[in-house]
Every structure is written in structure tokens, then in C-alpha cells.
């Protein structure tokens, strides 16, 4: 099953890909637990998208791409913001002590997915997150 | 000689905050403007409860951070009544907040030890 969407960077169109990535999710029958840790990752990442690579700027936009396979989850994002600049290897979760009130998104996209990558194409960040179950 | 009898009482103001729903980046601000005016006006003790939250995410629960540190600074604190839904409670026990935030079972019980 396959999802292809477009959404202006902005919070409030976040929900349209993690809605339509449950519906697709029920229909072949992925496990709950399963979407719901997809729906986190995808939901952390596209908030990052917003936040870092296009500063805020809601007039962009966000290409979701999606297949439900039946073994697996694989979300695709492209955005034509700022080039990512993150070492995904060195990334770890925060000292929950230190009470800091960021930086935890992609600690948990990593906690949550099998795979994370990043690359740059014709001047897009493309984010590829999979899952299997 | 009578007995001197000399009173004092303290009142402390601690807010319940019940939340339903998605607690995500969109929602986030206007939990934080609420939160910001209580603790502008010198409330230091916070409930969230979590328990009808369908949803949470880093951004809500940055919020939650954010009181709890302006809270423990003012010698406050925070307790939540945790979320029933896992898709809400995941990412206090990925990030392991559930170990930084004290849980309570329901709002209608005010905490102890505050």
C-alpha cells in the first residue's frame, strides 16, 4: 500500500501523514503497537523538519512518501530546506536529569526505527525511516 | 496567666492542568501560555493529568519540562496522573522521564509531600 502526500510545514498539517499512514496501517493489518511507534517517529521527524530545516517557515512544503508492506514500514520524507548537518551515529538520548527541554527527536526516530538515513538529492533532504514487524 | 496562642496558616496553590486529546508541536503553545501566566502569577505547583492524552510528543512534553525546571526553581514542583494510552506514556519511558517525574493516580488527589 502506497502513500504519496504533500503538506505545508506547519504544525497543524503534521496529522495529515500520521492519519493517513494508520488508515493504510489498519487496512493490512499492521499491529497497533507497531503504527503507534511509527506514528512517533514520523511525527518527531516532520517536527524537526519544520523546526530546523526550514527555521519555522510554514510556506514550504513536505513530501511524504509511504509503503505499507506486509512485513514492513518504510516512510520516505523530502523537504528542500537546509542540508542536514547531523552525525546520526553520535546521536543519544539526553540525561533525563539535566531537565533539558530539547533535543530529543532523533534519539527517538533512532530508538524507534530499524533504519535512519539521510541523504541530499537535487538539493532535498531525503529521510528514510523503515520498521519491521 | 492565659495561654498565648499564636496562628499561622499557609495556603498553597496547586493547579490541576487535565489534558484530553493530542498533546503535540501544534498543540504545545497554548499549554505553555497557560502554564507561563500560572507561573507568572507565583503558582509553583503544577498537576498535569495525563490520563485522557491520546498522543504526546517531545514537543508536549517540553512543555512539561520547562514547567517542572521553573517549578523546582521556585521550590515548586510537578506530579502527573499518567497517561492511559501507550501511544502517550511511550516517550516518558523512552526518554526516561518516567523516572524524573513523580506520577500520581488520580488529579482528584492532592499529592503528598509537596
Redesign the interface.
Known amino acids: 500500500m502506497q502513500i504519496d502526500l504533500t503538506i505545508d510545514a506547519d504544525y497543524e498539517q503534521l496529522r495529515i501523514p500520521a492519519e493517513a499512514l494508520r488508515n493504510a496501517a489498519a487496512r493490512a493489518g499492521v499491529p497497533e503497537v507497531t503504527v503507534g511507534l511509527c506514528e512517533l517517529a514520523l511525527q518527531e521527524l516532520l517536527t524537526n523538519l519544520v523546526d530546523h530545516a526550514y527555521g519555522g517557515n510554514s510556506s514550504n512544503q513536505i513530501g511524504f512518501h509511504a509503503q505499507v508492506g506486509p512485513a514492513k514500514i518504510q516512510m520516505m520524507t523530502e523537504d528542500s530546506g537546509q542540508a542536514v548537518n547531523l552525525d546520526l551515529e553520535a546521536v543519544s538520548m539526553p540525561d533525563p536529569f539535566a531537565l533539558q527541554e530539547g533535543g530529543y527527536g532523533m534519539a527517538i526516530i533512532k530508538s524507534l526505527m530499524d533504519e535512519v538515513t539521510c541523504h541530499r538529492q537535487n538539493g532535498k533532504n531525503i529521510w528514510v525511516l523503515v520498521k519491521h514487524y | 496567666m492565659s495561654v498565648e496562642i499564636v496562628t499561622t496558616e499557609y495556603v498553597l496553590r496547586i493547579v490541576t492542568i487535565a489534558l484530553a486529546g493530542?498533546l503535540?508541536?501544534?498543540e504545545a503553545p497554548a499549554l505553555r501560555k497557560k502554564c507561563d501566566d500560572y507561573l507568572a502569577s507565583g503558582v509553583t505547583h503544577f498537576v498535569f493529568d495525563l490520563s485522557k492524552i491520546s498522543?504526546l510528543?517531545?514537543?508536549g512534553?517540553?512543555v512539561l519540562?520547562?514547567v517542572?525546571?521553573r517549578a523546582r526553581l521556585a521550590e515548586g514542583d510537578v506530579r502527573l496522573v499518567w497517561p492511559r494510552e501507550?501511544?502517550a506514556s511511550?516517550?516518558l519511558k523512552?526518554?526516561?522521564?518516567d523516572?524524573?517525574f513523580v506520577s500520581i493516580e488520580s488529579s482528584q488527589i492532592i499529592p503528598k509531600g509537596f
Not at chain 2, 94 to 97: D, E, G, I, Q, R
Request: charge should be positive; avoid cysteine; aromatic fraction near 8%.
Open positions: 493530542r503535540d508541536a501544534f498522543m510528543d517531545s514537543a512534553l517540553a519540562v520547562s517542572l525546571k501507550e501511544a511511550r516517550i523512552l526518554t526516561k522521564f523516572q524524573v
